[in-house]
């Protein structure tokens, strides 16, 4: 819980604001299950988020001790381009805590070619051993020539420390 400055953090880490401040609507966010939670980044390979600009407060993010069982990439609209996109963790202050942990190499015209397609991420942090030493948000770097295509990252995790 953070101090008083007009909004409370929920159950997922993310504020929640009262009078006239106002949630911005997005896609992205967290479900939470029984003991699995889901976490859901939407990719738009024309507005990719800089490393620099990822950790922020009102985005979601994955908890301090987070075990990652699964991640994966699944289409909305057809990906174009001979590039990859590079998945990573960032830290709070906006440095890559695993430039590569989801995924180091998807790449787009072969595997998220039409929409439907579906991408089993295969990173180190997606091994179902390592747990996560701090917060950390997910990001995606494109290499190379991505010319279209938008999707949504899933990163299904169990917190296993919680408060």
């Known amino acids: 819980m953070t101090t008083w400055n007009g909004s409370i ?4 880490g993310l504020p ?15 479900t939470a299950g029984k003991d ?13 988020t800089a490393l620099a600009n990822v950790a922020r407060e009102d985005v979601a993010h ?25 998945v990573g963790l960032a830290k709070s202050d906006s440095t890559a805590l695993d430039a590569d942990g989801i995924d180091a190499t998807v790449d787009v ?6 929409a439907g397609d579906v991408v089993s991420c ?12 701090e917060r950390a948000w997910p990001y995606a770097v494109a290499n190379g020539t991505v010319s279209a295509g938008t999707a949504t990252l ?6 296993t420390n919680a408060a």
Request: proline fraction near 2%; avoid cysteine; hydrophobic fraction near 45%.
């Open 62 to 86: 994955l908890p301090a001790d987070a075990l990652i069982t699964e991640a994966y990439i699944v289409a909305e609209s057809a990906w174009t381009g001979t590039g990859t996109l590079t």
């Open 36 to 48: 699995e939670k889901l976490l859901t980044l939407y990719l738009d390979s024309q507005n990719l």
């Open 109 to 114: 015209d072969a595997v998220l070619a039409a």
């Open 9 to 12: 953090e929920n159950a997922d």
């Open 154 to 159: 899933y990163i299904k995790y169990i917190q």
């Open 122 to 133: 295969d990173g180190v942090l997606v091994d179902k051993t390592e747990t996560i030493s």
């Open 16 to 30: 929640v604001k009262f009078g006239t401040a106002r949630a911005t609507p997005v896609t992205d966010g967290v």
